[in-house]
């Protein structure tokens, strides 16, 4: 168990840029999670995954955002025409569904700056 | 849908002092229970979890929270924190089967010696 990995940690981008961020998933597992949190709140659920479909988007996934996970392992986060509004932590998370008891194993984050 | 309010914001306390934070939810079906902690810069660790069966649930690192059914609460507490234990703390409730995490806004610990 090497634990959930997101790359990069730190991202600084000039707003009206697209970013991309990565996640990888503890290997068996077949949920796959998007949270965003900015300071002072707690995680927010943006997306998640079952192996590769996409199961469910939150209403703060506006169009520019779009994740996916194609081949059912690492997953992609990509925001487009980035805003000032974007600036937050993106947290990953997976799990094993079909385990009652496997909670979500969140990554260190991939912090976004928009300057 | 669940939602989940954690009512202190800010709790600081003295290292080998106890303290207790508190969580209320709100669910339409039955929930599973979790508590994270957060170290700065760092993504969230699972502290301990409330699935079924006991109302008590333990950490291996001494803290514990119950679950109230009838208060829709799930309080942790630590009878003696360490200057170790500053983090920020963030219940999280669950339910149905896409076991998705609704987060409280979490609480800052801070222990001071």
């Known amino acids: 168990d090497t634990g959930v990995s997101q790359n990069p940690r730190h991202k600084i981008t000039k707003r009206g840029q697209n970013v991309t961020f990565r996640c990888d998933p503890i290997?068996?597992?077949?949920?796959l999670y998007w949270y965003r949190q900015t300071l002072g709140q707690g995680p927010e659920f943006l997306t998640y995954?079952?192996?590769?479909?996409?199961?469910?988007k939150s209403r703060l996934l506006s169009d520019r955002f779009s994740a996916e996970r194609p081949k059912g392992s690492f997953s992609t986060l990509e925001i487009q025409r980035t805003e000032q509004g974007d600036s937050a932590m993106y947290l990953c998370?997976?799990?094993?569904?079909?385990?009652?008891?496997?909670?979500?194993?969140f990554g260190n984050g991939t912090r976004l700056t928009v300057t | 849908a669940q939602s989940v309010t954690q009512l202190d914001s800010q709790v600081p306390v003295f290292e080998e002092a106890p303290v207790e934070l508190r969580c209320n939810y709100s669910?339409?079906?039955?929930?599973?229970l979790f508590w994270y902690v957060q170290y700065p810069n760092q993504g969230l660790q699972l502290l301990l979890k409330?699935?079924?069966?006991?109302?008590l649930v333990e950490s291996i690192n001494g803290f514990e929270a119950e679950f109230n059914k009838s208060q829709t609460s799930f309080h942790l507490r630590k009878p003696s924190v360490h200057i170790s234990d500053t983090a920020e703390y963030f219940c999280?409730?669950?339910?149905?089967?896409?076991?998705?995490?609704?987060f409280g806004a979490g609480t800052t610990v801070t222990v001071r010696a």
């Open positions: 669910s339409s079906v039955s929930v599973y």
């Open positions: 998370a997976s799990s094993l569904f079909g385990q009652e008891d496997s909670p979500l194993h």
């Open positions: 290997s068996e597992h077949n949920r």
């Open positions: 999280a409730v669950s339910g149905g089967n896409d076991y998705k995490l609704s």
């Open positions: 995954f079952q192996n590769e479909a996409q199961l469910e």
């Open positions: 409330y699935l079924s069966g006991s109302t």
